[in-house]
């Protein structure tokens, strides 16, 4: 059975308030409203589409601005009248040019503070396979898996020396040097992030 199928539509007169959420960060982006048809067109098409009630038509996000919501999962909540979509914005969110349609700075939970991890994945990816002219992660790439590895025992190594005699803030630059560089052995090893939860959180389950 398909998510239409399962939705109740007669609770919000053929409407279902569909909540957006950034895919890689957890931001919360905006809210908008489907019917059967937006719901149709937005898995159809890979695009969020929603039931604009001020111009009584579909619309797609970022039809005229270019920003559009890539989707990426949509879910039913248990009520079956709510949608919870995830998608990843490619530019501003809003018509004011901010990232979501809450304003400049909207509270942020500690979980969208990490997520900014898969958005650098994201670049590394793009330094990868383009090797832009004075890019250090391209260089990095060019000098060998090797060479990636030695750097990364090189960062745990000042990162530990840092623990031992310096101040927090010299720990917290050489533990980013650490995460970066980690980051860019698993992509040469074309190994994911989410990878890495994944064995994370199989050893919590496991320890309970």
């Known amino acids: ?16 308030p569909a909540v957006v959420q950034d895919a890689d960060r957890g931001t919360v982006l905006m809210l908008g409203y489907m019917n059967r048809d937006a719901l149709a067109q937005t898995e159809r ?3 969020v589409t929603f039931w604009s009630r001020s111009k009584a038509r579909l619309w797609t996000k970022g039809e005229t601005s ?4 890539e989707l990426v ?28 349609c809450f304003g400049e700075s909207p509270p942020r939970a500690a979980a969208e503070r990490i997520g900014f991890l898969p958005a650098l994945e994201r670049l590394i990816d793009a330094r990868l396979a383009t090797r ?22 090189e960062e745990g190594l000042e990162l530990a020396l ?4 310096q ?20 992509r040469s090893r074309d190994l ?17």
Do not use: F
Request: charge should be negative; hydrophobic fraction near 45%; charged fraction near 25%.
């Open 1 to 16: 059975m398909t998510i239409a199928d399962e939705a109740d539509w007669d609770k919000g007169d053929g409407l279902l």
């Open 45 to 47: 098409t890979g695009r």
């Open 66 to 69: 270019g920003h559009v919501l």
């Open 73 to 100: 999962a949509i879910a039913l909540d248990c009520d079956r009248d709510t949608l919870l979509v995830l998608a990843r914005p490619q530019g501003p969110v809003c018509h004011r040019n901010t990232p979501t």
């Open 132 to 153: 832009p002219e004075g890019s250090y992660t391209a260089r990095l790439a060019a000098a060998g898996p090797l060479r990636i590895a030695q750097k990364v025992g």
């Open 162 to 165: 840092a623990a031992a005699a």
């Open 167 to 186: 101040g927090d803030a010299q720990v917290l630059e050489e533990a980013a040097d650490l995460l970066y560089h980690a980051l860019v052995l698993l």
């Open 192 to 208: 994911r992030l989410e990878q890495v939860v994944t064995v994370l959180e199989t050893r919590h389950a496991a320890a309970r």
